[in-house]
């Protein structure tokens, strides 16, 4: 349940990301974003702490559509990065 909840979480950063780069502030998207990523990716994930900085930036986007579209594309690289596979632990296999 997790793990679906990990997806949940990401899709709608995603959204809210894909929205930003339009030039769309979307405050009901931002709420939901923090409330999913929080709950379901720790402190430190690169994910979360993006998503906290778009959410600090966000009140002076509004006024800035230029911020606002280099915010969502920052956050859709975070999005991004959040789904590539994890590094193997394995230094037998891995070297």
């Known amino acids: 349940m997790a793990y ?9 950063a995603l959204g809210l990301a894909l929205r930003a780069k339009l030039g769309e ?3 009901e998207a931002l709420a939901m ?4 990523v929080g709950d379901s990716f ?13 959410a600090d930036l966000f009140p002076l986007s509004r006024r ?3 911020l606002l579209t280099k ?7 975070a ?3 959040s789904c590539w ?3 193997a632990a394995r230094v037998d296999i891995e070297g």
């Open 64 to 66: 800035n559509p230029e």
């Open 42 to 54: 720790d402190e430190a994930d690169p994910l979360r702490v993006e998503v906290l900085r778009f």
């Open 71 to 77: 915010a969502g594309e920052s956050l859709f690289r």
């Open 25 to 27: 502030p979307d405050p």
């Open 33 to 36: 974003a923090l409330v999913a």
């Open 85 to 87: 596979p994890q590094p």
């Open 79 to 81: 999005v991004e990065r």
């Open 4 to 12: 679906r909840n990990r997806i949940a979480a990401r899709m709608i």
